[in-house]
């Protein structure tokens, strides 16, 4: 069990929404949509996100507060949501764990992790569970390189950075995917119950192991372009961290290799 703020998660605010906010009402045998919001730090751009999400894409949204030192707490308990704070900073990969897990605890059928910082846009959650619904797909990656990110704003080491790392990525597991980094992604209830996503990185490393594990697990993907935008109040990760980051990718493909030919197994991608 995640350590939260017992106090604050009795007070965790689930408000009805209004019969006349969805634009279509479910038919026949509904299965749950919930979209999981990892913040950290997101009071300025929380209220936007969250408004500019189509009713119609989803029925609950659970926000995973990771200890911020600014009013994202506050924010997120004037919302109708699910608001959920952590005692403790965790890191991303953390509160991501504390997001899937309370989903899956909701009866979520289909999980849709975006951030609440307005990176990116979020008027489409409803074209990221289409395919799983569909059964196209048990996961899919909203790829900011089938776009044009660096017209968004995306610094130009970073774009470096992520076609390399990308690269090397598809090199070593067979895969074909534009983008591996992205942060906007949505899996079936199975795919994230395959998974030992709690024995992953509790930091940003977290959304390139739950990859490597969904592919071990032999996963279908597919990828849809999405638009971002950068600017001062969104989330990034310093050139500092992004080595690190990188670092921790190579060690991941070497224990995937490893793992793959049972040299030694590891447990996180049993």
């Given amino acids: 069990m995640v350590e939260c703020d017992r106090k604050a998660e009795s007070a965790a605010m689930t408000l009805p929404r209004s019969g006349t906010e969805r634009e279509t009402p479910w038919e026949g045998n509904h299965r749950k949509t919930i979209v999981v919001m990892p913040a950290y730090n997101a009071s300025r751009t929380l209220t936007k ?7 119609s894409s989803y029925d609950e949204i659970i926000l995973v507060d990771d200890a911020s030192s600014d009013s994202t707490w506050a924010v997120a308990n004037t919302l109708p949501i699910t608001a959920i704070r952590h005692r403790k900073n965790r890191g991303y990969g953390g509160n991501q764990k504390t997001c899937y897990t309370r989903a899956l605890e909701h009866g979520a059928e289909f999980i849709v992790m975006l951030h609440p910082d307005y990176q990116y846009d979020p008027t489409i959650v409803g074209d990221l569970v ?12 909203a ?12 610094p130009p080491w970073k774009y470096v950075a992520n076609k390399t790392l990308t690269g090397l990525e598809n090199l070593a597991l067979g895969t074909r995917f534009s983008e591996f980094h992205t942060g906007y992604r949505a899996f079936t209830r199975k795919a994230l119950e395959s998974v030992n996503f709690e024995a992953n990185s509790e930091s940003f490393l977290f959304d390139n192991e739950i990859i ?9 993907f597919k990828e849809i372009p999405v638009s971002t935008r950068y600017s001062f109040d969104c989330s990034s990760v310093s ?10 990718i190579l060690k991941t493909i070497v ?13 996180q991608f049993l």
């Fill in 49 to 55: 996100t969250y408004y500019r999400i189509p009713p």
């Fill in 130 to 141: 289409t395919p799983l619904r569909s059964g196209e797909a048990d996961v899919v990656l």
């Fill in 143 to 154: 790829s900011r390189m089938l776009g044009d990110p660096l017209k968004g704003g995306m």
């Fill in 212 to 220: 490597v594990q969904l592919v071990l697990k032999g996963f279908q």
């Fill in 239 to 248: 050139f500092g961290q992004g080595c690190i980051y990188g670092l921790g």
């Fill in 255 to 267: 224990k995937y290799f490893v793992h793959r030919s049972r040299i030694h197994r590891f447990k």
